[in-house]
Nanobody, 120 residues
Framework: QVQLVESGGGLVQAGGSLSLSCAAS????????MAWYRQAPGKQRELVAT???????NYADSVKGRFTISRGNASPTVYLHMNSLKPEDTAVYYC??????????????WGKGTLVTVSS
């Protein structure tokens, strides 16, 4: 069973910085990509950033230049470094992993989310 556990959320003032981390554990044969999504109150979940196995990255236009996604070197961990935070960045942030939990399988996994609140 694969688990994703996020950490690092909290309250920060506008213009501040915050870093999130997500650690994957369990039966993992390979990771194709990991990503961060977010869901603000009353809105749909949206993609924030992705990082593929070759370390190529992709960002939502709303966070380009402010957020950076990266992976851990030794463990299946993904980070989201957030700078110049805005009140509109307030949301629950979810970690996602597209991976191979067993030979011949490919599945999508989600963490439970971590709340980021940006005060004005």
């Amino acid at each position: 069973q694969v688990q994703l556990v996020e950490s690092g959320g909290g309250l920060v003032q506008a213009g501040g910085s915050l870093s999130l981390s997500c650690a994957a554990s369990g039966s993992i044969f390979a990771i194709y990509a990991m990503a961060w999504y977010r869901q603000a109150p009353g809105k749909q979940r949206e993609l924030v950033a992705t990082i593929a196995s070759g370390d190529s990255t992709n960002y939502a236009d709303s966070v380009k230049g402010r957020f950076t996604i990266s992976r851990g070197n030794a463990s299946p961990t993904v980070y989201l470094h957030m700078n110049s935070l805005k009140p509109e960045d307030t949301a629950v942030y979810y970690c996602n992993a597209d991976l191979r939990p067993a030979v011949g399988q490919r599945m999508d996994y989600w963490g439970k989310g971590t709340l980021v609140t940006v005060s004005s």
